[in-house]
């Protein structure tokens, strides 16, 4: 009754208009108090039009009030307020819609400052002490201010549940427990808790170790990030310089040979003009000539002409005409041919050596994720088909290529091959023209004794040595042996017995980047012979490597509809 009271008291001694306290407080002719400034206002913010009235009761003044401070009611109010009467919240202190309102204030409600599960009821700060200062209620348990209270109340007993029934997986009250929910696995909400609490916290500690991981990996990708961004910016400005340097010794090339053609021009145009003169100054004196002869063919005299005729000045020797003979313009047309020689061969060179550089560009890869699974099918193969044909500057003299040069034979006649520094002269080998890099696959069909199917680095020797030109026998080759009804896998001159199913057909897949390269035996179904797992460093080449003559193997053209 005490705290009601003092509620009352408050409410008593508060503005209506402002809700606090009252200061200065002045009481109109209806009975209502308010404060001075507040009443002020209120009669100020009012239409002049209208007759002053009271904010509560509406009562009309015919002429607005007076208003005289009310000296007993604000000496009230002061020892009131020395007696632990407080000023009322601010507005943002009591509860709006969205918020849990104390269940025990009257009138406009406070906002709860805290919830008893115990209770099963919110409170807000001023009726929380009770919690704080009865030695009973200080064992409740006190949570955030919470809306859902309601549902630890049992809908069917009206008690706290306050156990858990394991077997229905819910919350339960005691009576539950020993009612429907008899012979049930139970234990204490407490203890169920716990057990979940502690579950819960072996959950966080793997996020946290995930988060952890996710963290350093994202702090590789960045560094990652920062060194492809270093290496690309190096290599642009690398390549601008060796192609400024190309660029300006083509110049240089192009000023030399304008300035030969300028000096050749020069020289040949001299040499004609000097002729032209000789030739003009001969027109000059023969025209004068012959002036002189067709006067003296004129003279009617006899004797004058006669007289005439032996003071003639003789003609000079006519010019060689050897020396004035035009000849063709050959040494420029041979300067152009020898140009454009050039400018072909720099194409030549080009062409061939510019897949590798676009390939080597688009190898540049991050793994943001684990590399994608070898596919399962034949079908799934099938999309990363590639079309092979043999290099004729790789092939042994006695391999005849065929078939656009996807096939090889081993023939006992030599082939009509000119000398090339790519070409094996020892072993009866050959690579293809095409470099294989990211995914690929193809598959050679093979006839005869058998053959040796192979990938190398460009750079695999040519020469005699064996361990450095085989395939299989050195670290830049890998080499699947189809010889004598069996396989064998072949890397740096060891040696792995393989089991399978013999075919003439064999499948390769390739994952540079992943650094897998996998042999399977093609018939109805395709059965894996041997995978290797490395890093590749170089681009690869197809091979093909044969010891008996007649033998024969052909790197067949694929289409991804094609189904065995």
């Given at each position: 009754m005490a705290q009601k009271g003092?509620?009352?008291?408050?409410?008593?001694?508060?503005?209506?208009?402002?809700?606090?306290?009252?200061?200065?407080?002045?009481?109109?002719?209806?009975?209502?108090?308010?404060?001075?400034?507040?009443?002020?206002c209120h009669w100020d913010g009012e239409d002049e039009r209208k007759i002053p009235s009271c904010p509560q009761c509406r009562q009309t003044f015919t002429l607005r009030p007076v208003l005289v401070k009310n000296t007993m009611l604000a000496a009230l109010v002061e020892e009131l307020k020395k007696t632990g009467l407080q000023a009322a919240p601010a507005d943002h202190c009591y509860a709006g819609p969205e918020d849990v309102a104390c269940d025990f204030c009257t009138g406009r409600k406070l906002k709860a400052f805290k919830s008893c599960l115990v209770c099963v009821a919110s409170y807000c700060e001023k009726h929380l002490r009770r919690h704080y200062e009865v030695a009973p209620l200080k064992k409740h348990k006190l949570v955030e201010p919470s809306n859902k209270l309601q549902e630890n109340i049992c809908?069917?007993?009206?008690?706290?549940?306050?156990?858990?029934?394991?077997?229905?997986?819910?919350?339960?009250?005691?009576?539950?427990?020993?009612?429907?929910?008899?012979?049930?696995?139970?234990?204490?909400?407490?203890?169920e808790r716990t057990e979940r609490q502690r579950e819960l916290e072996v959950s966080r500690q793997d996020i946290q170790q995930r988060i952890q991981d996710r963290q350093k990996d994202v702090k590789v990708l960045q560094q990652e990030v920062e060194a492809i961004n270093r290496s690309a910016d190096k290599a642009v400005e690398d390549s601008q310089k060796i192609f400024s340097q190309l660029i300006c010794l083509m110049e240089e090339r192009s000023s030399e040979v304008k300035r030969q053609v300028r000096s050749?021009?020069?020289?040949?145009?001299?040499?004609?003009?000097?002729?032209?003169?000789?030739?003009?100054?001969?027109?000059?004196?023969?025209?004068?000539?012959?002036?002189?002869?067709?006067?003296?063919?004129?003279?009617e005299d006899h004797n004058q002409f006669l007289h005439n005729c032996p003071s003639l000045s003789p003609l000079s020797g006519p010019t060689d005409s050897s020396s004035i003979h035009i000849r063709p313009l050959r040494s420029f047309e041979d300067m152009t041919a020898a140009v454009s020689a050039v400018?072909?061969?720099?194409?030549?060179?080009?062409?061939?050596?510019?897949?590798?550089?676009?390939?080597?560009?688009?190898?540049?890869?991050?793994?943001?994720?684990?590399?994608?699974?070898?596919?399962?099918t034949r079908a799934g193969f099938l999309k990363y088909s590639r079309e092979i044909t043999l290099d004729p500057n790789t092939a042994y003299t006695q391999l005849l290529l065929s078939e656009g040069n996807r096939k090889a034979t081993l023939m006992r006649k030599r082939q009509s091959y000119s000398d090339h520094p790519d070409r094996f002269t020892k072993l009866c080998q050959v690579l293809s023209r095409e470099s294989l890099t990211g995914?690929?696959?193809?598959?050679?069909?093979?006839?005869?004794?058998?053959?040796?199917?192979?990938?190398?680095?460009?750079?695999?020797?040519?020469?005699?040595?064996?361990?450095?030109?085989?395939?299989?026998?050195?670290?830049?080759?890998?080499?699947?042996?189809?010889?004598?009804?069996?396989?064998?896998?072949?890397?740096?001159?060891?040696?792995?017995?393989?089991?399978?199913?013999?075919?003439?057909?064999?499948?390769?897949?390739?994952?540079?980047?992943?650094?897998?390269?996998?042999?399977?035996?093609v018939s109805e179904t395709m059965t894996l012979l041997h995978r290797v797992q490395t890093t590749f460093t170089q681009p690869l080449y197809a091979g093909l490597w044969f010891v008996f003559d007649g033998d024969s193997a052909e790197f067949c053209k694929l289409q991804q509809s094609e189904v065995v």
């Open positions: 003092v509620q009352l008291d408050r409410e008593t001694f508060s503005c209506s208009i402002c809700l606090d306290l009252l200061k200065d407080p002045v009481t109109i002719p209806c009975g209502h108090s308010y404060c001075m400034k507040c009443m002020k809908s069917r007993h009206n008690e706290v549940m306050k156990m858990f029934c394991r077997t229905d997986q819910q919350c339960i009250c005691y009576l539950c427990s020993v009612d429907e929910h008899k012979g049930h696995d139970t234990v204490s909400a407490a203890a050749q021009q020069e020289a040949e145009v001299s040499r004609v003009k000097e002729l032209q003169e000789k030739l003009e100054q001969e027109i000059t004196e023969l025209k004068r000539k012959d002036a002189e002869l067709k006067q003296l063919s004129h003279t400018r072909d061969k720099l194409q030549d060179v080009l062409r061939d050596k510019w897949t590798n550089v676009s390939l080597t560009v688009t190898e540049v890869d991050v793994l943001l994720s684990a590399a994608p699974p070898e596919p399962k995914r690929c696959y193809w598959e050679v069909e093979w006839r005869g004794d058998g053959v040796c199917l192979a990938v190398a680095y460009k750079n695999i020797s040519r020469g005699e040595s064996w361990k450095e030109s085989v395939f299989g026998s050195n670290d830049k080759s890998w080499a699947l042996d189809c010889y004598n009804n069996s396989y064998k896998f072949l890397y740096n001159d060891v040696q792995t017995p393989v089991s399978g199913p013999l075919s003439s057909r064999v499948g390769v897949y390739l994952d540079h980047s992943a650094g897998i390269l996998s042999f399977y035996s």
